[in-house]
């Protein structure tokens, strides 16, 4: 039972690049959802799927697409990517469709560095 | 709207002392809240919630934290620190009328370090 998994763990990119980052998660949740972690400021949610085939922006979207696979694959796009998205972005699971009350389930993170 | 703040952003206490990690929010209706933690370079774990019920919450490793309406607050707390103890600890809040739908809202952080 390996919980969340995220590749890559570490990636550099020029302005302007593109990557997929990817998150698996093996509890068979139904949530899932991408964070960006920066210095000072906690995680702030850039989209979530609170069941397959659904998704919906967060607190900070604009740069970024998401693809809810199936139920256990969420993958996040930056299609061109900016110096201001230089950051960790964590991947999360839970069990249930909304994020009151429940536990919610990290990925070790991916750090990306934009050039 | 829901917000959180972690009062200190950095706290050291020696081995073996207590240890306080202060968290006040905001939120419009009932929430839930939740303390987690990070170690160096890793993902975040959940160390204890508050959903209605008790409101004294112990958590895992010794940890608690006591959910005091009238102060708006979630203080996290352990009698005795250990060296593992150090790592970054938040403080996040999630409300049943967020119209934003289904968001944590997390604090600042704050970095215990623990001195032998």
């Known amino acids: 039972n390996a919980g969340v998994t995220q590749t890559p763990k570490f990636q550099v990119l020029k302005t302007g690049q593109s990557m997929t980052l990817q998150c698996a998660q093996d509890m068979n949740h139904n949530s899932m959802y991408w964070y960006r972690q920066d210095p000072g400021m906690g995680l702030r949610l850039i989209y979530y799927?609170?069941?397959?085939?659904?998704?919906d922006k967060g607190e900070v979207p604009n740069g970024y697409n998401v693809s809810r696979l199936n139920k256990r694959e969420f993958s996040l796009r930056l299609e061109s990517a900016a110096p201001s998205q230089t950051s960790v972005y964590f991947c999360?699971?839970?069990?249930?469709?909304?994020?009151?009350?429940?536990?919610?389930?990290f990925g070790p993170g991916t750090r990306l560095l934009v050039l | 709207a829901q917000s959180v703040t972690q009062l200190d952003s950095h706290v050291s206490v020696s081995e073996g002392t207590p240890v306080l990690l202060r968290c006040n929010y905001s939120?419009?209706?009932?929430?839930?809240l939740f303390w987690y933690v990070q170690h160096p370079n890793k993902g975040l774990q959940l160390l204890l919630k508050y959903t209605s019920a008790a409101t004294l919450v112990k958590g895992i490793n010794g940890f608690e934290a006591e959910f005091k309406k009238s102060e708006t607050s979630f203080h996290l707390t352990k009698p005795s620190a250990h060296m593992s103890d150090a790592a970054e600890y938040f403080c996040v809040v999630s409300d049943r009328a967020n119209n934003a739908g289904n968001m944590l809202t997390f604090g600042g952080g704050t970095r215990l370090m623990v001195k032998p």
């Open positions: 939120s419009s209706y009932s929430p839930s």
């Open positions: 799927s609170a069941s397959e085939g659904t998704t």
């Open positions: 999360a699971s839970s069990q249930g469709t909304n994020a009151y009350q429940e536990t919610q389930y």
